[in-house]
């Protein structure tokens, strides 16, 4: 079964550091996602992309967060000057609107640790 | 706001027992509902959701859940739980404004199925 992989799977950073967060979706999804979770808690939303452009994103999403399908097959988030609250597990999702139209199931990556010192 | 509240940080239960993991929700207008489930060190898994139609939804492994409009409720429920169900499991709403599935998570429930 197709699924979305996440690399690298743990990022240690220092604070004040740009990082970089890739993700590959399903290949025949078209919506993408950016979700995260601090320490086993609640998963919050980040940004949504369709079409080569942000569909919704949060108030968590502000200026420091970027999000960009550089080629056909990978999506990333970048942070660009990391703070300690940032530390949180991040997981990129993707959908098919074949699956259910707007409410298709989302399909998790495996998700990356992000750690700043 | 549209939202899910999970009552339960944790749940105990015997394996064989019928297990409940509870979920209420508040919304306005349609709720679209679902039950994603997360095993340690992974991602989240979808189970199932409730769009409109039957109020009882069938979904992986062996799990379903009740709509319940009256008690704004969606409780997770399975018949025989195993030890393999031990899990956190997330409920979640459909909040999106665009075409996609942003969703709004619970704050999950950590269910332990004992031998």
């Known amino acids: 079964e197709p699924e979305v992989t996440q690399t690298p799977s743990h990022q240690v950073t220092q604070m004040g550091q740009e990082v970089i967060l890739r993700c590959v979706p399903i290949?025949?999804?078209?919506?993408f996602y950016w979700y995260r979770q601090i320490l086993g808690q609640k998963v919050e939303f980040l940004v949504s992309f369709y079409n080569n452009e942000i569909s919704e994103k949060s108030e968590i999403f502000d200026d420091q967060f970027s999000v960009e399908r550089p080629d056909g097959s990978n999506f990333t988030l970048k942070i660009r000057s990391t703070k300690l609250e940032d530390s949180a597990m991040y997981f990129c999702?993707?959908?098919?609107?074949?699956?259910?139209?707007?409410?298709?199931?989302?399909?998790f990556g495996n998700g990356t640790r992000l750690t700043v010192t | 706001a549209q939202s899910v509240a999970q009552p339960e940080d944790q749940v105990n239960v015997a394996e064989g027992n019928p297990l409940t993991v509870k979920c209420t929700y508040s919304v306005s207008g349609n709720p679209y509902l679902f039950w994603y489930v997360q095993y340690p060190n992974r991602g989240l898994q979808f189970l199932l959701k409730?769009?409109?139609?039957?109020?009882l939804v069938k979904g992986s492994y062996g799990f379903e859940a009740e709509f319940n409009k009256s008690q704004t409720s969606f409780h997770l429920k399975k018949p025989s739980a195993l030890v393999s169900d031990s899990a956190l499991y997330f409920c979640a709403v459909r909040v999106s404004t665009g075409g996609g599935n942003k969703l709004t998570f619970g704050t999950g429930t950590q269910l332990k199925v004992e031998l």
């Open positions: 409730y769009i409109t139609g039957d109020n």
């Open positions: 290949s025949n999804h078209l919506y």
């Open positions: 999702a993707s959908s098919n609107a074949a699956e259910g139209g707007p409410n298709s199931p989302l399909h």
